[in-house]
């Protein structure tokens, strides 16, 4: 019986390599407050990631948190229900309130046509979500938020290493959030980081890690403790040397799936568009049961007899959750709904082999009816 095939798997150096990454720590006993490693990560991100400051953190969910904790923000934060859970959480777990903004259906990312109509005098900032790797419209946002005097913070999970226009994604906005779970196109097993353009808000991110110490016998800040440790920041510095080879291999897979899905009637694929470096971080397939002839979870049920665990991501969208039950209506936002019961993200990573790419995309096709 063939092994599963995972949406996605985690990228791992060479044993060896990471073995002589952590070599140094059992001289030092070394394993975190900001260590060398941690510090060496750091240093590399800011040159890879094109960015001025880096502040790490435990995961990425804590990297939007103390972001909006650092920058004091109070009332309405416009977001995209189209999203990880994380995002919403972390707004509403900083005492803010969510207020959902509808999706773009041609890349799935919050549609800025819409902000103004949910503009109010508590409205503070807008945390938008770049998705499947897809950039949000930037330029379209930032306008609309400096004209109205808004912080940016966008939720960078799925666009480690992108560039737009040959810039990194982590300058935009006001701050930038990247995720290194395991699941991601660059990981340290546990991790993330926040990018972020002022020096005090930075200031403030390290005193919410790190208990507001500033030394032995001074506590200057109310914080958390958010650091990374060494041996996650050592996994960092070894996946860093083969990103490159991590996204050219993905690149591979998704120019596969490309090849044996375009053209079918009833599949929308996604599209990168000319400016946008892109990370492959995910494949997603929008399924049109009227043009294709079945439905997406018809699909997801063919794919998982056959060992392969496509996913509903995301599905159900978030202001859908049973948590927020009264609070939210996703019929403010159809077309966030519709993609989410529509959308199959198809397995992505680099050691994928484009024989099994085919035969996904034959199992799909054979869900043809009509």
């Known amino acids: 019986m063939k092994s599963k095939i995972m949406v996605t798997r985690a990228s791992m150096p060479p044993m060896e390599e990471y073995m002589e990454e952590i070599k140094s720590m059992w001289d030092s006993h070394w394993l975190t407050n900001m260590g060398p490693k941690h510090n060496l990560l750091q240093k590399e991100l800011v040159r890879y990631l094109k960015t001025d400051n880096v502040e790490l953190v435990v995961n990425g969910h804590m990297a939007i948190e103390m972001t909006l904790q650092a920058m004091g923000l109070r009332g ?11 995002t919403t959480h972390a707004i509403v777990r900083s005492g803010l309130m969510p207020v959902f903004c509808d999706i773009n259906p041609d890349d799935y990312t919050i549609d800025p046509d819409r902000l103004a109509s949910l503009l109010t005098s508590k409205t503070c900032a807008i945390l938008p979500v770049h998705v499947y790797g897809n950039i949000c419209n930037i330029e379209a946002i930032d306008d609309f938020a400096k004209r109205h005097g808004l912080k940016v913070i966008y939720d960078a999970a799925h666009t480690f ?4 226009k040959g810039r990194g994604v982590a300058c935009f906005g006001d701050a930038s959030c990247f995720s290194f779970h395991a699941t991601k196109v660059f990981n340290s097993i546990e991790g993330g980081c926040v990018c972020y353009r002022d020096d005090e808000v930075g200031e403030r991110i390290y005193d919410l890690k790190d208990f507001g110490i500033h030394g032995p016998e001074e506590v200057s800040a109310i914080g958390a403790n958010a650091k990374m440790n060494e041996f996650c920041a050592a996994m ?7 990103i490159e080879e991590y996204i050219s291999a993905r690149k591979k897979v998704c120019v596969r799936y490309d090849e044996n899905l375009e053209g079918i009637k009833g599949l929308k694929l996604n599209r990168i568009p000319k400016e946008v470096k892109s990370n492959y971080a995910y494949y997603p397939v929008v399924f049109d049961k009227k043009s294709f002839g079945t439905d997406r979870d018809q699909v997801f049920e063919k794919l998982y007899e056959n060992g392969i665990m496509a996913r509903k991501y995301f599905y159900p969208a978030t202001n859908d959750f049973t948590c927020y039950k009264g609070r939210f209506d996703n019929n403010d936002t159809p077309v966030a709904r519709y993609i989410s019961e529509s959308v199959l993200t198809l397995p992505v990573y ?6 099994e790419v085919d035969r996904i995309c034959s199992i799909i096709k054979e869900c043809v009816c009509g």
């Open 76 to 86: 309405e934060v416009i977001t995209t229900p189209f999203t990880f859970a994380s």
């Open 161 to 164: 290493g992108e560039t737009y």
């Open 236 to 242: 960092g510095l070894c996946n860093l040397r083969h």
């Open 350 to 355: 680099p050691e994928l082999e484009l024989k």
